[in-house]
């Protein structure tokens, strides 16, 4: 028995020295790179120029040596939170240097900073957090990185809640303007998820303001499946209401002469118009009356334009000109602010499609224009009916509260 305790004990003490051998050299590791790092003044200056070569090499080590420190046996409390913070420093750099491999440790590293008590450190590590992450849930393309936008989204909340400063909500507003930069379906997906979220904390903290600049927002990017309600003045001067086409398949298309792209899509818009129009195929064109697109300029565009030797064949609305008549602009109130801009809605008055891509448009509007989609009984019809003008009543009231009231004109 004594033998054993002297072996326990021996074998602890040897551990032990072999532990305290082991911190030492990856200490001097740290300590080593830590001047490279040093030659910047503060975290402030990470991210506002790309990290260089021996930025990353130095930042590198340290995090290598920094994990391997949280192996050791018998780690003291002090040792862990001395190399805590030079960790944080270190992964700060690599994740805006590579943020696809080092974002998702510089977050847990984050929040252990904040458990740990490390609040200064905490703060500033967090505010890279959330502006790498931001970054990171908005780009596109090959550089594009899987990030859910609504924990994000929930760690901005925190952030300027724990911290209210007037920089903690720029932080939420730069990720807002970041996402409406993106293209029609990344944007309203996020949307549909964040905005919400910032909604709520604007109203929490009494910015209705704010609050009330996401109403739009919220309502495009959950359109899909709900009833759109559409009202305007076409080009002609004449009052146009959804409810005219019920039960006909619309496709609406958000576009302005001086958009590029909206000129693209007209020539396969008129070619699906013929190929569908008798099965129930309604498009209707909404100028949104911006870049200089007074209903003048449109109207005589409209006129003098072909697309291989052909017409816009459909109704066009003009939102400045309804305006002007005191009709609530749809192109407002649902934030379409840029173009061009589809929406499919079924026979029963939903909306199929919201941005549904032109290369797929002919196989959504033939199955939309199918004599199986959204049939309805006479009690159905009568029963939407009422629905949509309920939603007509309220959304109207919605609107006047979004929009100014339109300046009285003196004849």
């Excluded at 690599?94 to 491999?101: F, G, I, N």
């Excluded at 303001?209 to 004449?238: C, E, H, P, W």
Aim: proline share 4%.
């Amino acid at each position: 028995m004594r033998n054993l305790f002297w072996t326990c004990t021996l074998t602890f003490f040897f551990f032990a020295v072999v532990s305290a051998q082991d911190f030492h050299r990856l200490k001097e590791t740290i300590e080593t790179n830590v001047p490279t790092i040093a030659a910047l003044e503060s975290l402030n200056n990470f991210g506002r120029i790309p990290p260089s070569p021996e930025l990353v090499g130095a930042s590198k080590a340290i995090a290598g040596a920094a994990a391997q420190i949280y192996t050791l046996p018998d780690l003291t409390e002090e040792n862990r939170r001395w190399t805590l913070r030079h960790e944080a420093v270190a992964l700060v750099i690599l994740a805006y240097a590579e943020p696809a491999t080092y974002y998702s440790r510089l977050t847990r590293i984050s929040d252990e900073l904040e458990t740990r008590g490390l609040q200064r450190l905490a703060q500033e590590t967090e505010k890279h957090v959330l502006e790498i992450g931001s970054d990171l849930a908005t780009r596109s393309g090959n550089n594009a990185v899987n990030i859910n936008v609504e924990p994000l989204a929930e760690r901005m909340v925190m952030y300027a809640e724990r911290y209210p400063a007037t920089e903690s909500r720029l932080i939420i507003e730069n990720f807002l303007q970041r996402i409406r930069r993106m293209s029609a379906i990344p944007r309203d997906r996020r949307l549909a998820v964040v905005a919400p979220i910032f909604q709520k904390y604007y109203q929490d903290i009494n910015h209705e303001d704010r609050a009330r600049a996401l109403d739009s927002d919220i309502f495009r990017s959950t359109l899909q499946g709900q009833n759109i309600i559409l009202m305007g003045v076409d080009i002609d001067g004449k009052d146009f209401e959804l409810s005219s086409v019920r039960d006909k398949v619309v496709l609406l298309h958000f576009w302005g002469t001086w958009c590029s792209n909206c000129k693209e899509q007209m020539p396969e818009l008129i070619a699906l118009h013929e190929k569908y129009h008798k099965d129930g195929l309604v498009i209707i064109g909404v100028n949104t009356g911006t870049g200089g697109d007074d209903e003048r300029k449109v109207k005589q565009w409209l006129e003098a334009t072909t697309f291989g030797g052909k017409k816009i064949p459909w109704l066009t609305l003009h939102e400045g000109l309804g305006e002007r008549k005191n009709r609530n602009s749809i192109t407002k109130f649902y934030g379409i602010n840029e173009l061009p801009v589809l929406i499919l809605i079924g026979r029963d008055g939903k909306v199929r499609h919201l941005h549904p891509l032109l290369a797929t448009l002919d196989d959504r509007i033939a199955e939309a224009t199918s004599i199986f989609a959204d049939v309805l009984t006479e009690e159905e019809k009568k029963q939407r009916d009422e629905l949509i003008k309920k939603q007509q009543e309220e959304i109207d009231r919605q609107i006047r509260t979004l929009l100014p009231e339109p300046e009285e004109v003196t004849p």
